[in-house]
């Protein structure tokens, strides 16, 4: 198959050069620019929409246990996030957050713990997010991909139940990217030089270095250039029949086998999905001949990832971005991943 070249784009995150001298943020919220967002979630398994201010004004912060220490709250990971963003793209536009939560915990105020269910009031009621993601669109850094706008997006990932709450204050663990979201369908696009898994800090400052060092590694060019790449490969509607086979398979190998192929994180939910999708998706379904191209079964891939819990979510999406480049690579001709599609 004759393969069309790819256009280079050369795209550089401008150097912060004051880490050192971040400074606290003033007590007073952050002023995020409000702009119109979209209809369709970033995430939609098992989470529902949430404000700043609720965050801020509605629900407690947890605390370790031990030492009754304060854990970074949801809304001062959202801040931080937003305080190294403008310190990194101080001319440009940052939406204000999309947030998503899940797992609500509740608890009641020590005067209420003798009342009934019936009789609590709200003032009785505690709560408390398990879970929590968000993302901010700057929508003056954009590019194309296959016609479809990308704005660029940066976000985060807080599930206090990878933190032990029952020991003294430790280092916290948050997860954050920058990458790309799809207009189109709000799909994320994240690779995984723009991710972080685990950012452990101990302090709002330290997590506000931490992700102006992770905006200052991302590599935009690369990026760009590897998911424009995927609309020059094509797969044959067998090559996509072996490709949900095989991934299917590969949830039930043996561990010794599994350990000798690529990782893939997604589940036998969404691989239905992604099977469903490839006919009745509006914009990523096949072709008229039955082929569909990788940009298309990339997105196929990040649109069922959208049925992820939060806790997971990031880490799916970046390794659906390194699958589809591995497939990509097998359909070149190297064997990494040639076992999904032969």
Not at 17 to 39: A, F, I, K
Not at 131 to 152: C, D, G, H, K
Not at 166 to 173: G, P, V
Not at 208 to 233: A, D, P, W
């Amino acid at each position: 198959m004759a393969l069309m070249p790819v256009k280079q784009i050369e795209r550089r995150i401008r150097p912060y050069r004051e880490v050192e001298d971040v400074q606290p943020m003033d007590v007073q919220p952050v002023r995020l620019e409000v702009v119109t967002g979209h209809s369709k979630q970033f995430i939609e398994a098992n989470t529902k929409e949430a404000t700043l201010q609720h965050l801020k004004n509605d629900c407690i912060v947890p605390v370790f246990s031990k030492d009754n220490e304060l854990t970074i709250s949801h809304t001062s990971f959202i801040e931080s996030v937003f305080e190294a963003a403008i310190k990194v793209f101080p001319h440009e536009c940052i939406t204000s957050p999309e947030i998503r939560v899940s797992h609500v915990i509740k608890g009641r105020t020590p005067d209420a713990i003798h009342k009934s269910v019936n009789d609590l009031l709200d003032i009785d009621k505690t709560i408390y997010y398990e879970r929590m993601a968000f993302v901010m669109e700057i929508p003056t850094i954009s590019e194309v991909v296959n016609e479809n706008a990308l704005n660029l997006t940066i976000g985060g990932v807080r599930s206090y139940n990878h933190e032990n709450l029952y020991s003294r204050k430790t280092f916290e663990k948050f997860k954050v990217f920058i990458g790309f979201k799809n207009m189109v369908c709000c799909n994320l696009c994240i690779s995984t030089d723009g991710y972080k898994d685990e950012m452990k800090v101990m302090s709002y400052h330290e997590l506000v270095k931490q992700v102006i060092s992770l905006i200052q590694c991302y590599n935009v060019s690369r990026h760009i250039n590897l998911m424009n790449s995927f609309n020059s490969h094509y797969l044959t509607e067998h090559q996509f029949a072996q490709l949900i086979g095989k991934s299917k398979l590969y949830q039930c190998l043996p561990p010794k086998e599994k350990k000798l192929l690529p990782n893939l994180e997604l589940t036998d939910c969404h691989i239905n999905t992604i099977a469903k999708n490839y006919y009745r998706d509006e914009d990523f379904s096949r072709d008229s001949n039955n082929t569909i191209n990788l940009w298309n079964v990339y997105n196929l891939f990040t649109g069922a990832n959208k049925g992820s819990y939060i806790d997971t979510f990031l880490d799916r999406a970046a390794n659906a971005t390194e699958f589809i480049g591995g497939i990509s690579k097998a359909l070149d001709g190297q064997n990494g991943y040639s076992w999904f599609i032969e």
